[in-house]
């Protein structure tokens, strides 16, 4: 993890007092917080220089001697057990300090932008409902504060609270809804979330600003991002405050909402990509990364925007290893880039975690991918993978369309062969490229037979 200066860590203890110099601890460490279980998890802050401070384990009585550096810096490592508690962890140095009503668990952090940061107070379906039952003293909920900043921090305001129909109503409604769906087959098992997300912002702010430096790509791309009065544009600014604070806390994975505020970028696969990277780099730590594709909306004066974020968000599935993708394109209207359902949202992803992660079995919790094609004469046979009980939801498609040479696209006429879709058009005599669902509002109208609807895909 981050060092922080040794000018800025004499600034804290200066304010606290220097003369009794404090055992002091990132705000997450506190009480109702989670640790991983079953790892070795870090714990860090600060004290005086080489203040002799004592920390004592709840789960273990162990007793672990501290010794801060000259940066009045220390950190510790602790094994964790499996899943339970309530947990103690005491420190005494010239001061004593217990975080109280530990868990050991799974810990994910949430981030994005606005539907991820959304919540059962600004509107969701059955809200009323939603709310009322969410006692769930196991799930624990950190919430970030929006701040940006031009230098890495070292901690952000704020504590962890247990699951009750007030804190759930200000949480992220996607975020719990996951995490109630993983508790749930993991029986019990404590889940902290941390939330971390700012609505309208676009993903070279949640990147190391030096990361992008290093990549053209998506520094060409960070410096086309047009200035907005919501929110910061420039590279880095909420990872600083947002994002590297939690560096070094150890995660189960992650998982991310965002991408209508990168419409009209062409290489999002490159910037998503970088910043599952470059976030696995900071960390140490090759977490899983999932993440939810963006759904249809009609964007003024963007016809293809949002379709090429979607296929680049497929990519990024296909290319980065530890990841996974939830489509949602039929459980959204395209005249609201915040769908209501967020219930579906969360459980889908759940499923998928469920499965991939810690290998419960969920059913199928992919819809059908593009896998390739093959062509024959003018009809082009299109591969999947998670293709059993390939339909459509009426009784033709209308978004597939195929290309010669030219690169001119036009509609197709497709039928359901088995696992696969055979496409042509009298238009097309010699076709090479495929595509599906390729406009901004094409709602998928093709599903398995787990009722999962297919990506938006451009065959490569």
Not at 198 to 207: F, H, K, L, V
Not at 334 to 362: F, M
Request: hydrophobic share 40%.
């Amino acid at each position: 993890m981050n060092k922080i200066s040794f000018y800025l860590s004499l600034f804290i203890l200066l304010i606290t007092g220097a003369a009794k110099a404090n055992v002091l601890l990132p705000s997450f460490f506190s009480d109702n917080m989670v640790l991983q279980r079953n790892s070795e998890v870090t714990i860090w802050g600060w004290a005086s220089p080489f203040e002799d401070v004592t920390l004592t384990v709840g789960w273990s009585k162990e007793e672990i001697k501290i010794k801060p550096d000259n940066q009045a810096h220390w950190e510790v490592k602790l094994k964790t057990p499996e899943a339970g508690g309530p947990y103690t962890l005491h420190f005494k140095g010239y001061n004593e300090l217990t975080i109280k009503n530990i868990m050991i668990g799974e810990v994910w952090f949430c981030s994005g932008q606005s539907n991820m940061e959304w919540s059962a107070s600004i509107g969701i379906d059955n809200a009323e409902a939603e709310i009322a039952k969410a006692n769930y003293p196991n799930i624990r909920f950190f919430t970030a504060p929006k701040v940006a900043g031009t230098s890495p921090q070292m901690n952000i305001v704020g504590n962890w609270q247990e699951c009750t129909p007030e804190t759930m109503k200000y949480f992220s409604a996607v975020a719990y809804f996951f995490g109630e769906r993983l508790q749930k087959d993991l029986k019990d098992v404590p889940i902290g979330l941390i939330n971390s997300s700012w609505g309208g912002t676009p993903a070279e702010i949640w990147m190391p600003e030096d990361y992008i430096a290093k990549d053209a790509v998506i520094a060409e791309a960070a410096a086309k991002i047009t200035p907005v009065a919501w929110g910061p544009t420039e590279p880095g600014r909420t990872y600083n405050t947002m994002i590297n604070p939690f560096v070094g806390f150890k995660l189960a994975g992650a998982i991310w909402y965002q991408g209508e505020s990168n419409v009209g970028s062409t290489v999002y696969d490159k910037t998503l990509a970088g910043l599952i990277k470059s976030w696995r780099e900071a960390w140490g730590d090759d977490f899983p990364f999932y993440f939810i594709q963006i759904a249809p909306f009609n964007y003024e004066n963007d016809t293809y925007g949002g379709v090429i974020i979607r296929n680049s968000q497929r990519k990024v599935l296909n290319e980065v290893p530890k990841t996974g993708m939830v489509v949602v394109g039929d459980v959204s209207p395209t005249d609201d880039i915040h769908p209501r359902d967020k219930r579906t949202v969360g459980e889908r992803l759940g499923n998928l975690v469920l499965k991939s992660q810690y290998g419960i079995d969920t059913g199928v919790v992919y819809g059908p991918l593009y896998k390739d094609i093959t062509i024959n004469k003018n009809k082009v046979t299109i591969r999947f993978d998670y293709a059993d009980g390939l339909h459509f939801s009426s009784k033709k498609s209308e978004l597939f369309e195929v290309a010669g040479k030219d690169g001119t696209f036009y509609p197709a006429t497709a039928t359901i062969k088995g696992n696969t879709v055979v496409v042509s058009s009298k238009k097309v005599k010699e076709p090479v490229t495929v595509r599906y669902a390729w406009h901004n509002t094409a709602k998928p109208d093709l599903f398995n037979g787990a009722g999962l609807p297919a990506s938006s895909f451009l065959s490569e």
